[in-house]
C-alpha cells in the first residue's frame, strides 16, 4: 500500500515537474523569459523547454492590435474639435523584452493612449476648423508622424491611422453648413450662367450660318443672271419667240407713235373671208368697164 502511495506521488511530481519545464508560445506572440524574476530571454514561436519554479514566460502578443480614441483640442481658429481616431499598432517583436522591462503588459494604457492625446492635440492645433475636414489626410499622416515618434522608442510600431470622426460646436457645423449650401447656390448660378453664355453663342452661330447661307444663295442668283445675260440675244430671243408662236397676230404692235390696237384674227379666217375675197385684184374691173359679177 505504501508503494503505491510512493508510486502516485512520483508520478504526481513528475507531471508538474513536466508542466512547469515545457511552454507553448503560440502564433503571433513571443515569450518573455524571466528567472528569479530577472529577463533571461525571449521565446519565439514553438514549444519549449525551462527550469521549472524558477523561471517563467510573460506571454506578449506581436500581432498587429486595433485600438479606438476619443480625444478633445482647440483648432487654430480656437474651435473645440473632439476627434475619434482609430489606429493599428504592434509591438516590436525585436524589443519585447525591453518592452516588458520598461513598461509591462499594460503599455496600451500607459503609453499608447496618453501618445494618442498628445498626437491629436499636436495636430489639431496646426489646422483650422475647416482645414480639418478639407485636408483630413494630412491630418492623419501628422497624427501618424508624431505617434511614431513618441512609441518608436518605446518598442512600439505604429502601422497606420484612421480618422473616424470630427465633432464641431453647434455653432460652428451650422456656420459650416450656411457656407456648404452658398457654394452651392454660387456653383449652381455659374453653371447657369455657362449655360446661357452657350446658349447664346448657339444662337449666334445659327444666325451667322442663316446669314452666310442667304448670302451664298443671293451671290449664286447673281452669278447665273450674269451668265444669262452674256449668252441672251437678239437672235436668240426671236427664236424662242418663233418657237413659242402659236399662230395668232398679237392685239398690240409697236410702231413710231406708240402701240396700235390689233385684232387677233387666225390666218384661216383671213383667207376664207368674202370681203377680202371680194378686194382681191381678179375682182375689181378695170377703170371704164362693168365690172363682172361672180357667178
Known amino acids: 500500500m505504501s508503494a503505491l502511495i510512493s508510486l502516485v506521488f512520483i508520478i504526481m511530481v513528475a507531471s508538474l515537474l513536466i508542466s512547469n519545464s515545457i511552454t507553448t508560445i503560440e502564433a503571433g506572440t513571443r515569450g518573455v523569459l524571466k ?3 530577472e529577463i533571461t530571454g525571449v521565446l519565439d514561436e514553438g514549444l ?21 480614441s476619443n480625444s478633445s483640442a482647440a483648432s487654430r481658429d480656437l474651435q473645440t474639435v473632439t476627434t475619434q481616431v482609430v489606429i493599428n499598432y504592434r509591438p ?9 522591462r520598461e513598461i509591462g503588459v499594460d503599455y496600451e494604457r500607459r503609453v499608447v493612449d496618453p501618445a494618442i492625446q498628445e498626437a491629436i492635440k499636436a495636430a489639431t492645433a496646426r489646422f ?20 511614431s515618434e513618441r512609441l518608436m522608442p518605446r518598442g512600439v510600431i505604429v502601422e497606420n491611422v484612421s480618422i473616424t470622426d470630427f465633432n464641431f460646436s453647434p455653432e460652428f457645423a451650422r456656420a459650416i453648413e450656411a457656407k ?15 449655360r446661357a453664355r452657350i446658349e447664346a453663342q448657339q444662337q449666334v452661330a445659327r444666325a451667322e450660318a442663316e446669314a452666310k447661307a442667304r448670302l451664298e444663295i443671293a451671290r449664286a442668283e447673281a452669278e447665273s443672271l450674269r451668265l444669262l445675260g452674256e449668252v441672251v440675244s437678239p437672235q436668240l430671243l426671236q427664236l424662242r419667240f418663233i418657237e413659242r408662236w402659236d399662230g395668232i ?8 407713235n406708240g402701240l396700235l390696237t390689233m385684232l387677233s384674227i387666225p390666218t384661216d379666217d383671213i383667207l376664207n373671208d368674202p370681203a377680202t375675197t371680194r378686194a382681191t385684184p381678179q375682182n375689181i374691173a378695170p377703170a371704164g368697164t362693168e365690172a363682172t359679177p361672180n357667178p
Not at 57 to 67: A, G, N
Not at 180 to 185: P, S, T
Request: hydrophobic residues 40%; negative net charge.
Open 35 to 37: 528567472t528569479f524574476g
Open 48 to 68: 519549449h523547454f525551462r527550469m521549472p519554479f524558477i523561471t517563467s514566460v510573460t506571454v506578449v502578443e506581436v500581432r498587429t492590435q486595433r485600438y479606438e
Open 92 to 100: 516590436d517583436a525585436t524589443q519585447v523584452d525591453r518592452l516588458v
Open 128 to 147: 483650422t476648423a475647416e482645414e480639418l475636414i478639407t485636408r483630413r489626410p494630412e491630418v492623419s499622416d501628422l497624427i501618424l508622424s508624431v505617434l
Open 180 to 194: 456648404q449650401v452658398a457654394e452651392q447656390d454660387a456653383l449652381r448660378a455659374a453653371r447657369e450662367l455657362e
Open 249 to 256: 397676230m398679237p392685239r398690240f404692235i409697236g410702231g413710231d
